[in-house]
């Protein structure tokens, strides 16, 4: 059962309590202290549930499935990249693997032809806004409805399937993006590991880094948008190599999902 109120609002309860004991209580610079660390405490708590999907601060995020057998979700957030997701993709046909990839809608305007062919194979296409605007978390409800909106149509026309999915860019939530997800029927996905493939590392670091959290059910987060080919390819490679000798199969996120 769900609760009735998501920790974000259970900590504003608590600190509005917690407050109005100490204006009661407490007089001159005591009681100003001690607001001053209830806020800081507060607001820490706060920062780290927009930063940490996990936390499930604002609302529902997905970030592993309770699966009973060895199964796995690969996600790809930032494409599609045509440097890089046709070879991946090429990688991932070979092995017979259907991954999820959560696309921005800017990008799939630009190649509504690549990610037909994405759908075509059996990948799930899913909405990771339409901008990916580093602002995207401090976005109004109408703009970020908008963005949202804009992403979901533009995929939906390019993969002839709407996303139920949508993960925020930078990962970052807040009560708007779940108000924006619920009112357009998409679940939030968030990750159980990310690689971080970005920063540089070595392939063998960046699938390292996934395989530490290797579980049935996880859900893994790598980027085929905006990384260096060979190095997308040579983790996912060493990662399907470890899956493969560890027995582990690899679904789409909505597959993992109705495994529970
Ligand atoms: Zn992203």
């Not at 407050?19 to 660390?37: F, M, P, T």
């Not at 090429?90 to 630009?110: D, N, S, W």
């Not at 109004?140 to 979901?152: E, I, P, T």
């Not at 399937?161 to 009560?175: D, I, K, Q, S, Y």
């Amino acid at each position: 059962m769900r609760p009735r109120l998501t920790r974000y609002q259970m900590i504003v309860v608590a600190t509005l309590c917690a407050a109005a004991v100490i204006c009661i209580s407490l007089r001159g610079a005591e009681r100003i202290w001690c607001l001053a660390a209830l806020c800081s405490l507060s607001g820490l708590c706060v920062g780290l549930g927009v930063s940490f999907p996990r936390w499930q601060m604002f609302g529902e995020s997905i970030c592993a499935a309770a699966a009973k057998r060895k199964i796995v979700a690969l996600t790809f957030d930032d494409g599609p990249d045509a440097r890089n997701t046709p070879e991946l993709l090429a990688l991932l046909a070979g092995r017979k693997i259907r991954a999820t990839f959560f696309c921005v809608g800017m990008r799939v305007a630009q190649q509504p032809e690549l990610v037909k062919r994405m759908a075509a194979e059996g990948h799930a296409i899913e909405n990771h806004s339409f901008l990916h605007s580093p602002f995207t978390n401090i976005f109004s409800v109408r703009r970020l409805r908008g963005d949202l909106s804009r992403a979901q149509a533009e995929i939906t026309r390019a993969a002839g399937r709407a996303p139920e999915f949508f993960r925020p860019p930078v990962g970052l939530t807040n009560p708007r993006v779940f108000r924006v997800t619920g009112e357009l029927g998409l679940k939030v996905a968030g990750y159980t590991a990310r690689g971080l493939d970005r920063r540089g590392d070595a392939p063998e670091e960046i699938a390292g880094r996934l395989l530490r959290e290797l579980q049935p059910g996880a859900i893994f987060l790598l980027h085929d948008g905006g990384v260096p080919c060979k190095r997308l390819l040579a983790v996912v490679t060493l990662l399907l190599d470890k899956l493969e000798s560890e027995g582990y199969q690899c679904a789409r996120l909505d597959e993992l999902i109705a495994e529970q």
